[in-house]
């Protein structure tokens, strides 16, 4: 993988920079930004079903290389009306973080439920390379990791499943089933008669078999795989023993954060549970039910066969999905992938490029004063491609007035 | 305070929402954007001096309401060359967070030691208000929290100040010791010349004199103030234990990061010495050399007078300063009103306005296809204030070519 940026050289740091080595360095890159509408575009360039399978490809990539990260579970902050979240993972080259909320009351007010960006920055400088979007891609990485698990878990020629919560990220979850793994039917239930409606019109031109059920039970009844992708902060029972049939594939999305689950414990002891990060699922996910020794299985051991998945048709799977930071770091890879390959995107004034670094006065210094010998001998202007914004000129002439 | 943001309107939860109640909500305000050069216009405009004032006063505020917060430890990733860390932190109506990295090397590439960004966010909804550059406001309001501290902290008409590393916050604290304390003496020192030359030539035009000694230990003294501002990532001894003096107030700013330390242990055992937060100082700060039991003052006691601060003429004060994330939400509050009066910062499409907030999947929907009976009744197209970008209509375009 090739880095999108102009590399910065690699100076000897034995050597003792002279003025004329700043001058003649090049500018450090400003950080890119990608907006809603840029990651939109990339999906509207890519088309949805290569985006979903290129996103796969680098998430699995990813968790083959799992001990190449430094992991820890989200740091969460919780209130009455829902939570907020920062998720950062780092391998030795790249830091990924995903700031991401989780406020089942939103729609009501005209906001999505969840609403994420991040954060790509280059481990040797700390640099921020990469601003995005992560709300839609939030949802599309999330149905890609679903699928990523349901390849490793599921019956082979599953061709139907069932869609329990038809909100936000239903459609993504429904597409990716569909092109990555071959399902041709969606059975579909949700509380809100509503969001049925709005999954059935995005999803009609699709060659879905779409069948909108009275119930949990007639949507889960004969499914090859089960999706539950609810949005309220309780512990609610979505799916109960009783339901589940044998061979079944559970992909349990929506039991994400304390107090918020889906699944009835024994469901889970019905089942083999597989997890994306341990320590954070045991507080998080469905599993946060069970006791502390209720054995689980991390999917990276399956996806690099250090341990199994399904081993028999009749086993109940169950992928226990709470969204884990890698899979952030792989999408926020392929965004910026994809943006240098496509021209998408923007330079952001987020970070100074100072003409000599120790310098950081010289963006408030009045223009009556003159710069210091450094910055004056490499240039008090900024090198470098200038990203949008106010002059800095304009802000130091107001400034020599009230100093 | 009032927020800048159009308020959303508090509805009623028990309401059954109609699609004509979504058409006439108002549309969310997109998330503000305050780049380097707004930060550099704001300081231009209420000129320095205020910004340092008013920033200390916004830090003073949230230290009196210290119980207020929900607060940890940041989040630290190392690396070899340096730290990536996030510091999040909320109140009951807004939480903040701050990116921000720390590499000594940067400078021989071209780049800050620090750089970072921040944001603040509606605890309500989750919502992302205001986006900003913090590294211009990291080194104002450490600054301000030096001169806070030093406030309640230092001998009344202390004169000179001692300032020990000439980095890229250097000024910064020189000009927030002359503004809020009345230092009119600046004694510095540093192991690169350069640097000292540098900051020579930004202050030359201030009433500060400037006196560039030849070691440490004649730059401090006799000084009133000794502040200890190096980025070396290591366990340097910047002061020795016979180089202070009675009455002096230590202001240790640089050793804030596990294994970076400026001070011998002894100048801790013969201080009084003052944190911010002490579960991250005894990690990050000076403090980590001393056994868990060496007693340490949080700051807001002594704002909030529960704690006495400097109680004799002769004895020695220490603020172990670690940088907490309050600060920075100060900052980021600070910025966000001050913004506002001055009509600075612009609109960036971080987060989607969604007609539904339920219809993510309309972002990418192809234009062949009709928007599902909720979104075309509440209107197709995004409402309120347009966020600059590619024009989602196109990407819908070439979708419906691909999907």
Same mark, same amino acid.
């Given at each position: 993988?090739?880095?999108?940026?102009?590399?910065?050289?690699?100076?000897?740091?034995?050597?003792?920079?002279?003025?004329?080595?700043?001058?003649?360095?090049?500018?450090?890159?400003?950080?890119?930004?990608?907006?809603?509408?840029?990651?939109?575009?990339?999906?509207?360039?890519?088309?949805?079903?290569?985006?979903?399978?290129?996103?796969?490809?680098?998430?699995?990539?990813?968790?083959?290389?799992?001990?190449?990260?430094?992991?820890?579970?989200?740091?969460?902050?919780?209130?009455?009306?829902?939570?907020?979240?920062?998720?950062?993972?780092?391998?030795?080259?790249?830091?990924?973080?995903?700031?991401?909320?989780?406020?089942?009351?939103?729609?009501?007010?005209?906001?999505?439920?969840?609403?994420?960006?991040?954060?790509?920055?280059?481990?040797?400088?700390?640099?921020?390379?990469?601003?995005?979007?992560?709300?839609?891609?939030?949802?599309?990485?999330?149905?890609?990791?679903?699928?990523?698990?349901?390849?490793?878990?599921?019956?082979?020629?599953?061709?139907?499943?069932?869609?329990?919560?038809?909100?936000?990220?239903?459609?993504?979850?429904?597409?990716?089933?569909?092109?990555?793994?071959?399902?041709?039917?969606?059975?579909?239930?949700?509380?809100?008669?509503?969001?049925?409606? !709005?999954?059935? &019109?995005?999803? @009609?031109?699709?060659?879905?078999?779409? =069948? /909108?059920?009275? #119930?949990? $039970?007639? %949507?889960?009844?004969?499914?090859?795989?089960?999706?539950?992708?609810?949005?309220?902060?309780?512990?609610?029972?979505?799916?109960?023993?009783?339901?589940?049939?044998?061979?079944?594939?559970?992909?349990?999305?929506?039991?994400?954060?304390?107090?918020?689950?889906?699944?009835?414990?024994?469901?889970?002891?019905?089942?083999?549970?597989?997890?994306?990060?341990?320590?954070?699922?045991?507080?998080?996910?469905?599993?946060?039910?069970?006791?502390?020794?209720?054995?689980?299985?991390?999917?990276?051991?399956?996806? !690099?066969?250090? &341990?199994?998945? @399904?081993?028999?048709?009749?086993?109940? =799977? /169950?992928?226990? #999905?709470? $969204?884990? %930071?890698?899979?952030?770091?792989?999408?926020?890879?392929?965004?910026?992938?994809?943006?240098?390959?496509?021209?998408?995107?923007?330079?952001?004034?987020?970070?100074?490029?100072?003409?000599?670094?120790?310098?950081?006065?010289?963006?408030?210094?009045?223009?009556?004063?003159?710069?210091?010998?450094?910055?004056?001998?490499?240039?008090?202007?900024?090198?470098?491609?200038?990203?949008?914004?106010?002059?800095?000129?304009?802000?130091?002439?107001?400034?020599?007035?009230?100093?």
């Amino acid at each position: 993988m090739l880095p999108i940026y102009i590399a910065m050289p690699c100076w000897d740091t034995t050597l003792n920079f002279t003025e004329n080595s700043i001058m003649n360095r090049p500018a450090p890159a400003p950080t890119q930004f990608l907006s809603v509408e840029d990651v939109a575009a990339i999906v509207a360039r890519v088309g949805l079903a290569s985006t979903l399978s290129r996103m796969a490809d680098y998430i699995e990539a990813d968790y083959r290389r799992w001990q190449d990260f430094d992991k820890c579970a989200r740091v969460a902050s919780h209130s009455k009306e829902g939570v907020i979240e920062l998720m950062p993972i780092a391998d030795a080259s790249s830091y990924a973080f995903k700031y991401v909320n989780g406020h089942p009351k939103n729609t009501g007010a005209g906001l999505p439920t969840v609403m994420a960006f991040g954060v790509l920055a280059d481990v040797a400088s700390g640099r921020p390379e990469l601003l995005s979007e992560l709300t839609l891609t939030t949802a599309l990485r999330t149905a890609a990791m679903s699928a990523v698990a349901a390849r490793a878990l599921a019956r082979p020629n599953s061709k139907s499943m069932a869609l329990i919560g038809n909100g936000a990220q239903s459609e993504f979850q429904a597409l990716a089933f569909h092109h990555l793994l071959g399902i041709q039917e969606i059975r579909l239930f949700d509380t809100d008669p509503q969001a049925s409606r !709005k999954l059935i &019109a995005n999803l @009609r031109h699709t060659p879905l078999r779409l =069948t /909108l059920c009275a #119930s949990i $039970g007639e %949507a889960v009844r004969g499914a090859d795989i089960v999706t539950t992708v609810t949005a309220d902060k309780s512990n609610a029972t979505i799916l109960t023993p009783e339901l589940i049939e044998p061979g079944m594939h559970i992909n349990g999305v929506g039991g994400d954060c304390p107090g918020k689950t889906e699944l009835h414990p024994d469901v889970l002891r019905a089942s083999s549970v597989f997890v994306e990060y341990e320590p954070q699922t045991r507080i998080e996910g469905d599993l946060q039910q069970m006791p502390a020794d209720f054995a689980v299985t991390e999917l990276w051991q399956v996806l !690099k066969q250090q &341990a199994p998945g @399904r081993s028999r048709a009749d086993q109940i =799977t /169950l992928f226990d #999905s709470v $969204g884990f %930071a890698l899979e952030d770091y792989s999408a926020l890879r392929y965004l910026r992938d994809c943006a240098r390959e496509l021209g998408l995107g923007q330079a952001l004034s987020l970070i100074p490029a100072l003409a000599n670094p120790k310098d950081l006065f010289g963006l408030i210094r009045p223009l009556s004063q003159a710069a210091p010998p450094q910055a004056a001998a490499s240039g008090a202007a900024p090198r470098g491609a200038a990203p949008r914004s106010a002059a800095p000129e304009a802000a130091r002439q107001e400034l020599a007035l009230v100093l």
